[in-house]
């Protein structure tokens, strides 16, 4: 990609990010702009697993409320250079519950175009069962399946997009919950500091009222105590 291309992509994110703020000062009720902040490290190396754990802030209401703040741990188990086996757990606390979620996913890598590791581009589907549970006896389950696109501009960043629906059901709901999709960046400053960057935008089907949307900017900092990994990691947004 060349860098009128990369230019006129932040350009659009911006574009995009001002039509949000103004048009949620129209219709309030029909459009939140969040913000997601995270804290993240990650461990693994030369054998074919990792770990990471990440803290994680998110905050609603035109980024006035802190909405919900969560501890998630996940274990990535790498059989091959295409597939991952990903289980996690998170434990959120909210206003009104404490949340729990386990969650079991596998993460396809397809490796596109030609550069200087043999490609300069990655194709990530992510497909995830989730079983969602509180400190109040309600149960509930979803799917997942994210699609991510990563293009190596640089070797200090990349750029791409992804977008996927999850589908919930439960004794409340059933039906897909919300759609979430955007560009992503991602600046490599060395082996150990990383920054992503993904002005996402979503949809969420709340019923019976229908649809409700949201500019939702995602910004999480990354530690990387070993990055010598036997096979290239996935790159791809756990949301």
Known sequence: MKRASLTKTIALSLFMLACASTYSQNEIDRWDNWLILGNKI????????????????????????????????VFTYTP?????????????????????RLGLG???????????????????????????FDNKNNVRHGIRIVF???????KKLLIGGLVGPFYRWSENF????????????????????????????GAGNIKPNGW???FTPMISIIFRVNKDYKYIPAKYINF
Do not use: C
């Open 106 to 132: 596998a993460v396809n890598k397809q490796y596109l175009g030609s550069g200087e590791n043999g490609f300069n581009s990655q194709f990530v589907t992510q497909t995830k069962y989730q079983l969602d």
């Open 80 to 100: 091959n250079k295409n597939w991952e086996v990903v289980p996690d757990f998170r434990a959120s606390v909210q206003s009104d519950r404490l949340d729990f």
């Open 212 to 214: 409700a949307y949201s």
């Open 148 to 154: 991510s696109y990563n293009y190596i501009y640089s």
């Open 174 to 201: 059933t039906g897909i919950e919300f759609i979430r999709g955007g560009p992503t960046f991602t600046y490599i400053f060395d082996e150990i500091h990383t920054i992503a960057f993904a002005p996402l935008f």
């Open 42 to 73: 990650v461990f693994g190396g030369d054998k074919d697993y990792r770990h990471s754990h990440e803290l994680q802030w998110r905050v609603d209401n035109n980024m006035q409320n802190l909405d919900q703040w969560f501890y998630e741990g």
